[in-house]
């Protein structure tokens, strides 16, 4: 059974730098696209970033320049390297995989991605 299990989150100040980790395991997940989303409290799961099977990527415009998608498919590890976070990006950070091989674009929507982690909390005090 394909699983996710995401690392990394925690505490930090505003400015600060996490690096996330989503650990595949049950099946190689480097023919699919990875995604990271984020979901705030009262807020619904948003977008943060994606990287297809070909590692061509897309972000979120309100992390742009900041995050870092990469994947290492050896590993079976995709990564979000966060940089001069703000309060703003706190949220419950989820990695997900999307097994629809027939799409030319990394999907944006919750309901486009088949198999989620247990996420991982990202706390940014001001």
């Known amino acids: 059974q394909a699983q996710l299990v995401e690392s990394g989150g925690g505490l930090v100040q505003a400015g600060d730098s996490l690096r996330l980790s989503c650990h595949g395991s049950g099946r190689t997940f480097s023919p699919y696209t990875m995604g990271w989303f984020r979901q705030a409290p009262g807020k619904e799961r948003e977008f943060v970033a994606g990287?297809?099977?070909?590692?061509?990527?897309s972000y979120d415009k309100s992390v742009e320049g900041r995050f870092t998608i990469s994947r290492d498919t050896a590993e079976n590890v995709v990564y979000l390297q966060m940089n001069n976070l703000k309060p703003e990006d706190t949220a419950v950070y989820y990695c997900?995989?999307?097994?629809?091989?027939?799409?030319?674009?990394?999907?944006?929507?919750?309901?486009?991605?088949?198999?989620w982690g247990q996420g991982t909390q990202v706390t940014v005090s001001s």
């Open positions: 997900a995989a999307d097994f629809n091989r027939l799409r030319n674009y990394v999907p944006a929507r919750p309901k486009e991605y088949d198999v």
């Open positions: 990287i297809s099977w070909s590692t061509s990527k």
